[in-house]
């Protein structure tokens, strides 16, 4: 009965745990595809719980050949930037600023972490996040810490289930640019995705 009771809690907890690929068109993604005029940079997003002060996403947004947004096992959705498997194209400033504001609420801020790189590691940013797949819930730091550690100058970073912990790694490099955003919007930012749900 033990043994049967384990499979069975494998089995769903496996399940819970699967990845959800999404896999936009490619015309959609090329018409989409768009170009920052700023450096190649590396930015670091993380979202904090305001009571707890414990991390409760990481994103990364990456300016290079394009400007794309990893969002690791996230929500976030929006026609104007085509996903696949947990990369967005598209991010446009209007873009980022709605990827920003839908995480940032009264019981969450966001810290956007920029450091300015070669567009050579901006460019391997974009494969590494490419080629890693659909993320499972919970893996978002420990996703974003592992390509991150791919990098090169960014070996010193450790893969960690950890927001913050990943916060502080990037922190310490030379040059990064810190920004907090809060907001008092309702917990609840279902609404602000296109279809209110």
């Known amino acids: 009965m033990k043994r049967l009771f384990l499979s069975i809690w494998l089995v769903a907890f496996v399940a819970a745990c699967g990845a959800e690929p999404v896999w936009a068109p490619e015309e959609e993604v090329r018409a989409k595809a768009y170009r920052h005029s700023g450096p190649a940079s590396i930015t670091l997003i993380t979202v904090i719980n305001n009571r707890s002060g414990a991390g409760g996403h990481t994103g990364l947004l990456i300016n290079g050949s394009q400007r ?20 967005h194209y598209g991010m446009t400033d ?13 019981t969450y801020h966001t810290v956007l972490q920029e450091l300015q790189v070669s567009p050579e590691v901006a460019e391997q940013a974009i494969k590494e996040a490419a080629a890693y797949g659909a993320v499972p819930k919970a893996s978002c730091s420990q996703s974003t810490s592992a390509i991150l550690g ?25 040059g990064v640019k810190t920004r907090k955003v809060f907001d008092d919007d309702p917990d609840d930012n279902s609404a602000k995705l296109p279809d209110g749900a």
């Open 68 to 87: 794309v947004v990893w969002d690791p096992a996230g929500t976030w959705w929006s026609p104007n930037a085509p996903e696949r498997n947990d990369l």
């Open 150 to 174: 791919r990098l090169p100058g960014f070996e010193s970073i450790k893969s960690t289930f950890f927001p913050v912990k990943t916060m502080e790694a990037f922190a310490k490099f030379q």
């Open 94 to 106: 209007r873009m980022v600023d709605v990827y920003v504001d839908y995480h940032t609420r009264e």
